[in-house]
């Protein structure tokens, strides 16, 4: 039983003691007596063009306003939608729950605006409801068995999936060791694996039939931090870059010579606050011949955490050095995702209602660096999953702060001008974790037999 259904029902057994054998009005029924679902409507994340019905609980107070509390005689409901214009609904008041039944049907994504207004207790709820792209029909691309965990899943151009730090061609061929599973380094572009491996920088090719060609390796330096796993990596077919806390490494390669490493540089005097579900201290963007390393630091008088931006460029001897005369660019919140070219972020709000989240969204290019470029509120009703960032692109994946119900992602609309949720395809009641990159989106069924269905993904439309 929950935190909450136990405080629910140990206050109805303290009114119950306080009233006697009922209270005015008849006995208070489980739905008022706090912290359970009925005090907040549980379809708040749903699908656009089909039917919405809510149940709005008459009075948002745990005991229904008092010992003294009276069931509603009537109800009223007004609905905007986005763009504040009114929506079609309709109200009833139910026969077994203190409140009300809504319905609707939003015809376009976005937050929606309910009023509710109950006679004669007097009560008025107004209650959000995100409505978002629905997503969820999507064709699976793979299923894989027994598959409890895939942190970076990713094709080459020739059809080899690398999972986890394994690569195979079908989900249940024999699987090609290629990393370490929980060593964030693995990076695919095109045909082209790089990986860290049993101390070595490996560099693999697809040659689009069996299992891939190792075409070279150098040593990886052993590192004097404590946390010596890279927090970052970007590659190119002939490029390799590993961030770790406070150091670069790169590679190069090229026929005839392989896989060279070149002078390590330091791009942090020393490691700063972590973020993300793995203590993550920096990620890489690339913007044309800029990297950007976005990272959070403590101002040192007001102990204020911030995020920035730092631009990085090849020097003279071929390593990436601060771009001179351009600073760094302060961002709103914390580092919450990042893909090909854009950046999210989550600033906190508190309220007398709770905590809220603000998703920034910025894209990284070589004309303008990071700039800000839409934004999306979130109320209390909505969580944010926390996500490892280690492992390569990430998007951001919401859900309701019951965990029930479908899972979404933010996407830009270029239409619109505005950021919109996506609802994400997942294996029904009971998914483990979801994860999105810039190509695929996959979920690992938590069942008995753990089951990981991949599917298609783009981060715009």
């Known amino acids: 039983m929950s935190r909450a259904a136990r405080t629910g029902r ?40 089909q039917p ?19 069931r509603p005689e009537s109800v009223t409901v007004e609905a905007q939608d986005p763009r504040n214009l009114p929506v079609p609904a309709t109200v009833e008041l139910s026969p077994s729950f203190w409140g009300a039944n809504v319905h609707f049907t939003p015809t376009m994504p976005g937050r929606y605006h309910l009023i509710v207004a109950f006679s004669p207790v007097g009560s008025l709820r107004q209650v959000d409801v995100h409505v978002a792209e629905d997503g969820r029909q999507r064709p ?13 899943l990713a094709r080459t151009r020739g059809g080899t999936w690398v ?39 490996r560099r693999y090719v697809d040659p ?13 330096p052993l590192s004097t931090t404590t946390d010596n796993t890279p927090h970052a990596r970007l590659a190119t077919e002939d490029e390799y870059v590993l961030v770790d806390a406070t150091t670069v490494y790169r590679y190069t390669f090229s026929e005839g010579v392989g896989v060279l490493p070149v002078p390590t540089s330091q791009w942090a005097q020393q490691p700063g606050l ?33 995020t920035q931006a730092c631009p990085f460029q090849l020097g003279l001897l071929a390593t990436y050095v601060p771009v001179p005369g351009q600073p760094c660019a ?35 290019t070589a004309e303008h660096g990071p700039r800000e470029e839409g934004v999306l509120s979130l109320d209390s009703s909505l969580a944010v999953i926390m996500s490892e960032l280690r492992y390569g692109p990430t998007l951001p994946v919401f859900v309701s702060t019951s965990n029930l119900g479908p899972r979404a ?14 609802l994400l395809p997942g294996p029904g009641v009971n998914p483990g974790v979801t994860r999105i990159s810039d190509h695929f989106t996959w979920t690992v069924n938590a069942e008995v037999i753990p089951e990981l269905r991949v599917y298609p993904w783009t981060s715009t439309p």
């Open 274 to 306: 972590t973020f993300g579900a793995d203590l993550t201290q920096v990620m890489a963007l690339r913007a044309g011949a800029t990297v950007w390393l976005v990272h959070r630091v403590q101002e040192p008088s007001t102990f204020i955490p911030r």
């Open 208 to 220: 689009g039939t069996g299992p891939l060609l190792l075409t070279g390796t150098a040593p990886f």
């Open 52 to 70: 919405v019905s809510l149940l709005i609980p008459a009075n948002a107070n745990p005991v229904c306003g008092g010992l003294g509390a009276e």
């Open 409 to 422: 992602t933010p996407r830009w609309d270029s239409e619109r001008g505005e950021v919109l949720l996506v």
């Open 10 to 49: 140990l206050l109805a057994a303290v009114l119950a003691l306080l009233c006697g054998a009922g209270c005015p009005g008849g006995p208070l029924p489980d739905e008022c007596s706090g912290g359970g679902s009925s005090m907040v409507p549980s379809a708040l994340l749903v699908p656009v063009n």
């Open 140 to 152: 699976t691309v793979a299923r894989m068995t027994n598959k409890s965990e895939c942190l970076n």
């Open 163 to 201: 999972c986890s730090g394994r690569a195979f061609r079908e989900p249940g061929e024999q699987e090609q060791p290629v990393g370490q599973a929980r060593n964030p380094a693995i990076a695919v572009v095109g045909d082209v694996v790089w990986s860290l491996f049993e101390g070595q920088v």
């Open 330 to 364: 302060s961002l709103i919140g914390e580092p919450l995702g990042y893909g090909d070219g854009v950046l999210w972020t989550r600033e906190t709000l508190s309220s007398g209602q709770g905590f809220s989240s603000v998703v920034h969204r910025y894209t990284v």
